[in-house]
């Protein structure tokens, strides 16, 4: 079966500073690929990153990267020099070959000024 | 534009009542999915969908039924067997069959039951 789990429900974070959130992950499926999205108070969903079981290099995006450790199954999200508008709802997710896609039950993050 | 389209945005509906969100893509996407949400927890899998007159049942599909005739439509009833229906309802879409591949979403459906 698979599973995601973000262990911090909520993170303050000062303006300007890098954060990481966590998740982790168990699954039996040999190729599966990890999401990342940002969830503002709209509702809305936004793909932050993705990466993949295979992929040999952390995934980065502009002020987002993936640390990805295959072996301890964690792939944890790294924004870089941190903004007001991060101010969000963060979602780990994963996908595999059966294309079911499960989410983790998300971080609140909070930027202060 | 390509995109998912749910609607309404805002739907209210007596207790006992079955109740239909509609979720249409262009994205020309074969995988469908819809999600609940419920205030501050994360998203929780009801159905999902790999093509056409196909569907399996998520973590929490009791209480709810979909359907899948149209590559582009994946509505979701949400029946009065649901016990808590109010909720934030989100559909998505993605490429079937590819772990690499993320899934796209509608804007959302806020259902209020009473």
């Known amino acids: 079966a698979q599973k995601i789990t973000q262990t911090q429900p909520g993170m303050f974070v000062q303006e300007k500073e890098a954060v990481t959130l966590d998740c982790t992950y168990d699954?039996?499926?040999?190729?599966?690929?990890l999401f990342w999205y940002k969830q503002p108070s709209s509702g809305e969903m936004i793909f932050l990153i993705y990466?993949?079981?295979?992929?040999?290099q952390n995934a980065t995006e502009g002020r987002y990267s993936l640390n990805f450790q295959k072996a301890r199954k964690s792939a944890n999200l790294v924004i870089s020099a941190s903004q007001l508008g991060d101010s969000a709802m963060y979602f780990c997710?994963?996908?595999?070959?059966?294309?079911?896609?499960?989410f983790g039950s998300g971080t609140r993050l909070s930027i202060r000024p | 534009d390509g995109g998912i389209t749910q609607s309404p945005k805002y739907l209210f509906r007596k207790e006992g009542q079955n109740v239909t969100l509609s979720c249409e893509q262009n994205?020309?996407?074969?995988?469908m999915y819809w999600y609940r949400q419920d205030p501050g927890q994360g998203l929780r899998l009801i159905y999902y969908?790999?093509?056409?007159?196909?569907?399996q049942k998520g973590d929490i599909a009791e209480g709810y039924s979909v359907s899948r005739e149209k590559k582009e439509s994946f509505p979701l009833t949400v029946t009065s067997a649901q016990k808590n229906p109010t909720a934030f309802y989100l559909c998505?879409?993605?490429?079937?069959?590819?772990?690499?591949?993320?899934?796209?979403f509608g804007q959302g459906t806020r259902l209020t039951v009473v």
């Open positions: 998505a879409s993605s490429i079937a069959g590819r772990a690499h591949t993320e899934a796209f």
């Open positions: 699954t039996s499926d040999p190729s599966y690929g």
């Open positions: 990466q993949g079981s295979y992929d040999q």
């Open positions: 997710a994963m996908r595999g070959s059966a294309s079911k896609i499960i």
């Open positions: 994205l020309n996407h074969d995988a």
């Open positions: 969908s790999q093509i056409v007159n196909d569907f």
